[in-house]
């Protein structure tokens, strides 16, 4: 079992920037690929970037390219999405997700967080 808890989510200003952490335990970090997915009012869970299990392949949404970025650190055992130039349309709830493999698809990962919240207004 893995636990996912994420923070960093709030408030912010059309062109501004946050960063949105995800601290895992219950399993050797560096065995999980780790993905960032994000679910906006009314609309379905889409996929925003995921890493590796040792960081080395990284991959993003199309609308996410040059603004976003995912990281880890295996000694904090901490998964990270920097996000900067937000957008109104960025505004979603934010969710950590682990699995075994590297990949996009949201059926493939195993373990979610229960999301953190980010509002970007215009």
């Known amino acids: 079992q893995v636990q996912l808890v994420e923070s960093g989510g709030g408030l912010v200003q059309a062109g501004g920037s946050l960063r949105l952490s995800c601290a895992a335990s219950?399993?050797?970090?560096?065995?999980?690929?780790m993905g960032w997915f994000r679910q906006a009012p009314g609309k379905e869970r889409e996929f925003v970037a995921s890493?590796?299990?040792?960081?080395?392949?990284?991959v993003y949404a199309e609308s996410m390219k040059g603004r976003f970025t995912i990281s880890r650190d295996d000694a904090k055992s901490t998964v990270y999405l920097q996000m900067n130039s937000l957008k109104p349309e960025d505004t979603a709830i934010y969710y950590c997700?682990?699995?075994?493999?590297?990949?996009?698809?949201?059926?493939?990962?195993?373990?979610w967080g229960q999301g953190t919240q980010v509002t970007v207004s215009s």
């Open positions: 890493i590796s299990y040792r960081g080395g392949n990284t």
């Open positions: 219950g399993r050797t970090f560096t065995s999980l690929a």
């Open positions: 997700a682990a699995g075994p493999r590297f990949h996009w698809l949201e059926r493939k990962f195993d373990f």
